[in-house]
């Protein structure tokens, strides 16, 4: 289904007559004259390039954050950005969000999708009986959990996250859905930062990135 046709299938999502998705005051391009036509919509790439921030040594020093708090904070982008998200794998039964960010706009893409929420945590944090899956870091391990019986029989999972880097958070959500008994229909990011080739740690796994570093 294409991005369009979701925003329009979803009451919550219809875009208002004049839509006001753009770029950042200060990117946006002002029109020469008053008689000129409006800019067209930008692109989704675009969108998320404009809206997000690198924190350069955050972190830790080396690393370049992308920041994606300024996108969340305009409604039309954080709109435009759930829709494509929820337009990559669907139908699915469950979208599986991952601590913390993914969970921000995992949550709306299952709304959207009218699929189920579920929460892929760290360690320690989920109540009821869970798997774990440990995974490399640049230094060090982490670990991720899920709940026993967050996932029916077959269940067709869309895993989201903001950020693609090096893939072993990713890797390690996706083994989680299927020894839970899910089935992964594919994972779906804001960002990839395809320098990592995070890719390669997820042979088999169709993977989406909406904006391509
Ligand atoms: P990785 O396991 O290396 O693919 O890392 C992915 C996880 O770490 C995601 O949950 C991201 O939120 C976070 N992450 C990794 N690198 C960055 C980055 N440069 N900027 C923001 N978040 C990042």
């Known amino acids: ?6 925003a329009s ?6 875009l208002p007559a004049t839509p006001a998705l753009g770029l950042p005051a200060t990117q946006a391009e002002q029109p020469a004259t ?3 036509q409006p800019p067209a919509a930008p692109a989704l790439a675009e969108i998320i390039k404009a809206w997000i921030r690198d924190i350069p040594d955050y972190p830790q020093p080396g690393v370049v954050f992308k920041d994606i708090t300024p996108l969340l904070a305009d409604g039309p982008a954080f709109r435009a950005v759930v829709v494509g998200l929820a337009d990559t794998f669907s139908p699915v039964a469950k979208v599986a969000g991952i601590e913390a960010r993914g969970f921000i706009l995992a949550a709306p893409v299952a709304y959207v999708l009218d699929a189920g929420f579920v929460p892929v945590r760290k360690k320690g944090k989920l109540p009821a009986a869970t798997y774990s899956e440990d995974y490399a870091l640049e230094y060090g ?3 991720v959990e ?9 269940d067709r999972v869309l895993i989201v996250d903001d950020v693609l880097a090096t893939g072993g958070t990713a890797r ?3 083994d989680l859905v299927r020894r839970a008994g899910g089935e992964v ?3 779906a990011v804001l960002i990839e930062l395809s320098f990592l080739s995070g890719r390669d740690k997820l042979p088999g796994i169709p993977v ?4 391509t570093v």
Request: no cysteine; glycine share 8%; net charge negative.
């Open 34 to 36: 008053q008689a000129e």
């Open 185 to 187: 229909a594919g994972i």
């Open 9 to 14: 299938s979803h009451p919550a999502l219809r």
């Open 141 to 143: 391990t982490a670990t």
């Open 208 to 211: 989406t990135a909406l904006y």
């Open 172 to 174: 390690a959500t996706a």
């Open 146 to 154: 899920v709940h026993r019986d967050a996932f029916g029989p077959g």
């Open 1 to 6: 289904m294409a991005t369009d046709d979701l």
